[in-house]
């Protein structure tokens, strides 16, 4: 094969211009200011809300024009429906649509069809022609805000990261129990409102919307139980300056507990999930110990990657390599099918449809099989060293929602709140406690253990929000940007993202969804 050769041209003209610019000067012109930020919320939650004051903070205080998208204009355009303007009728209709175009054209069509329209509005901007810097023509970088309200399945989400990069933010927005079913209440009556919630936190569907999948993924948390109130404001602006850089910002006491919690969490083996727990002094703001779920050992703690370590029974470890939990559930599952074949309860060929009966219900949800000791539990353990003394209020910041039998003994421990990031499905903590455990922020007379959603900077993205720039000048006065001017933390290169949405566009074209 005949290589190509490349010529270099030695060019006086334009030399002397081309020669005062670095590289990375040429490609910083690239940069865009541009943000994607995407919102999602169980439902209930004031999206619409939260959507409005990051439109006004964007334009009035960062400069930016703002493009609201909101999924369900697709819904009703590509579906053809005439959805209902408000009730429960409109959002179990949008839920049905949107399953059927899932179901149709692909999991993250909704997603699509945002960056198609994030596209179109992009071809409206200038456009500038190839010059001796810049090899091909390019789109002029534009200060410009797309909110993409809001997001129900994961496969939506995973599109908006893969395109967009670090450059897109994912905004949880949540309320409490108790403020969202007011909310619900004006629309519906109590049976609607509750299935509606209970459908809104997860269907079993791949091509379903699952809040409780994708909530947790988030890249910051807000909880807006009084929309109205300047806490929500205060909270929104306070995102926009860790997107932004804009200000110096550190982490709050919750953010590094959250974010020790999530540390711990990665010394985890366990095969099924990590999670991750810190006990704190509430009020002392003081954090206590940490834990992890993995297998104890021997003389005390659990099992660690020590280098030289040939003593390590964790389960990855042993000779089957598998989970004990989901093999004692296996086998216990077998169990019932060969008593029900013993006694003639089964027709042949119908062992695999009941295996999977049991095994997608309550049996498929025991945890008690596990070989882990839970992070919870290990935290309480790690803290029997600390002297805690007689006005010690203790609280712990949890990356997954605490199972049954952790939250008995945290509240046998006198653990006040418990804050935690993802839910956890298979938890009956507050059914079988509900005499001691309550899901809200309102027991007035403060006897209850709290099991509460977590707020602030998710711990994925601590660096991107705290590690520190350019704080100062040669003088040592503090380096301010105004904030009409800053970019994104990480802000992308324009040349290959009109790319990457032209081809998500064609492949729409390809689907029979648009025509370009």
Not at 104 to 130: C, H, Q, W
Not at 314 to 323: D, I, M
Not at 397 to 411: D, E, G, M
Not at 461 to 468: D, H
Request: some cysteine.
């Amino acid at each position: 094969m005949a290589v190509q050769k490349t010529e270099v041209v030695n060019s006086s003209s334009g030399l002397s211009r081309q020669m005062s610019k670095s590289t990375q000067d040429i490609l910083r012109q690239v940069t865009t200011p541009e943000i994607v930020i995407g919102l999602c919320g169980p439902v209930g939650s004031p999206l619409v809300e939260c959507a409005k004051i990051l439109d006004d903070q964007l334009r009035t205080t960062f400069n930016y024009d703002v493009l609201v998208i909101r999924l369900s204009k697709f819904i009703e355009e590509l579906s053809g429906t005439k959805v209902p303007a408000s009730g429960f009728e409109r959002f179990n209709t949008l839920i049905n649509k949107g399953n059927e175009l899932r179901n149709n054209y692909g999991n993250s069509i909704l997603a699509e069809m945002a960056i198609k329209d994030i596209a179109v509005y992009r071809r409206t901007r200038k456009f500038e022609e190839p010059s001796e810097e810049v090899a091909i023509g390019r789109y002029v970088p534009s200060r410009t805000a797309f909110i993409i309200n809001s997001l129900k399945n994961t496969e939506e989400l995973s599109l908006l990261r893969e395109v967009y990069g670090e450059s897109f933010f994912l905004l949880g927005v949540s309320s409490g129990m108790q403020a969202r079913v007011n909310k619900l209440k004006t629309q519906m009556n109590e049976s609607e409102l509750w299935q509606l919630i209970d459908r809104d936190s997860g269907e079993e569907s791949k091509s379903g919307q699952s809040i409780r999948k994708i909530f947790h993924k988030s890249d910051y948390f807000i909880t807006y139980d009084s929309p109205q109130d300047d806490l929500m404001r205060r909270k929104t602006v306070r995102f926009l300056n860790l997107c932004f850089r804009s200000e110096i910002e550190t982490p709050t006491f919750m953010e590094q507990a959250m974010f020790a919690a999530y540390s711990a969490s990665l010394n985890s083996a366990c095969l099924s999930r990590q999670v991750g727990a810190t006990l704190v002094d509430l009020c002392e703001s003081r954090i206590l110990s940490i834990g992890w779920n993995d297998v104890p050992k021997s003389g005390g703690g659990v099992y660690l990657n020590r280098t030289g370590n040939h003593d390590d029974s964790r389960c990855y470890n042993l000779a089957s390599k598998r989970c004990y939990n989901d093999h004692e559930k296996s086998e216990m599952v077998q169990l019932i099918i060969d008593e029900l074949q013993k006694n003639e309860c089964l027709k042949d060929g119908q062992d695999l449809q009941v295996r999977g009966i049991l095994m997608n219900g309550r049996i498929g949800q025991l945890l008690e099989f596990s070989r882990a000791v839970h992070a919870e539990m290990l935290a309480l353990i790690n803290a029997r060293s600390v002297q805690f003394g007689g006005g010690v209020q203790l609280g712990l910041f949890t990356t997954t929602y605490p199972c049954h039998n952790c939250a008995r003994h945290l509240v046998a421990a006198g653990v006040k709140r418990v804050y935690y990031i993802e839910p956890y499905r298979k938890s009956l903590a507050v059914k079988l406690h509900d005499d001691s455990i309550e899901e809200s922020d309102e027991d007035e007379n403060g006897v209850k253990m709290r099991l509460l959603q977590y707020e602030g900077a998710a711990p994925v993205r601590f660096e991107t929000f705290f590690a520190a720039s350019d704080r100062k000048r040669e003088d040592g006065s503090v380096l301010a940007t105004a904030k009409t001017s800053v970019e994104t933390v990480k802000p992308f290169k324009l040349e290959s993202i009109p790319i990457i949405e032209g081809m998500i566009v064609k492949h729409l074209e390809n689907k029979s969804v648009v025509k370009l």
